[in-house]
């Protein structure tokens, strides 16, 4: 079946250090990864996306890695701020499965100040 | 560029009784997913509306139904409401794969 898994519930960081959240995914077919950020209160807020034909994308801060042999992918955020504190999806989509995305459980960060 | 907008906020509802929630999508985009999103399930895609139709669909009863309009707003309704539909529902609008998420509904079933 379809599943996205993610390595850790919660991880604390020390403000200023390097964040690593991993995830694993499934299903070989899947050629789109999204990852988001959700607040108390508030719908999921896109990050970083990466397409299967890609090792490697980087944004503001943010940094997301694609392994497609062991089916893995990780986001990292460096110098980890008390604002990005909040849970993190990883999410999965399957070419022509249309506006599905396959959520993981989600890892919450905790910046400690 | 307003953003993904869900009305209303916040739900109680008692059991038995239906529901209708509203997502207006980003303007420009006509693909509208619904997810919903329990402490025990995560997310969980519900269906997605294109041009007034259903192109996909997730594994709910049919107690959970969808429509779209023309000018792409979406309505998800669940009739019978039982204790274990409470749950924040969320709205996602998509033009070329990116995926926007509105804050959701929150409901409450009592």
């Known amino acids: 079946g379809e599943s996205v898994g993610l390595h850790l519930p919660t991880l604390s960081v020390q403000e200023g250090d390097n964040s690593i959240i991993n995830c694993a995914y499934s299903?070989?077919?899947?050629?789109?990864f999204i990852w988001y950020k959700q607040e108390s209160g508030k719908g999921p807020q896109f990050i970083i996306d990466i397409r299967s034909n890609m090792d490697k994308r980087q944004g503001q801060r943010v940094t997301v890695l694609l392994n497609k042999t062991v089916k893995h992918l990780s986001l990292q955020i460096a110098a980890t701020q008390p604002g990005d504190s909040a849970v993190y999806f990883c999410?999965?989509?399957?070419?022509?499965?249309?506006?599905?995305?396959?959520f993981g459980q989600g890892t919450t960060l905790q910046v400690k100040p | 560029k307003a953003g993904v907008t869900q009305t209303p906020r916040y739900l109680i509802k008692t059991r038995g009784q239906q529901v209708t929630l509203s997502c207006s999508p980003i303007?420009?985009?006509?693909?509208v997913s619904w997810y919903q999103q329990t402490p025990g399930q995560g997310l969980q895609f519900l269906f997605e509306y294109f041009s007034e139709t259903q192109r996909n669909k997730g594994n709910f009863p049919g107690r959970f139904s969808g429509r779209q309009f023309s000018n792409s707003r979406s309505e998800m309704n669940v009739s019978t409401l039982e204790l274990g539909d409470s749950a924040l529902y969320l709205c996602?609008?998509?033009?070329?794969?990116?995926?926007?998420f509105g804050s959701g509904t929150r409901l409450t079933v009592v």
């Open positions: 303007s420009g985009h006509r693909s």
């Open positions: 999410a999965d989509h399957l070419s022509g499965n249309t506006g599905k995305l396959i």
């Open positions: 996602a609008s998509s033009y070329d794969g990116g995926y926007t």
């Open positions: 299903n070989s077919a899947s050629d789109y």
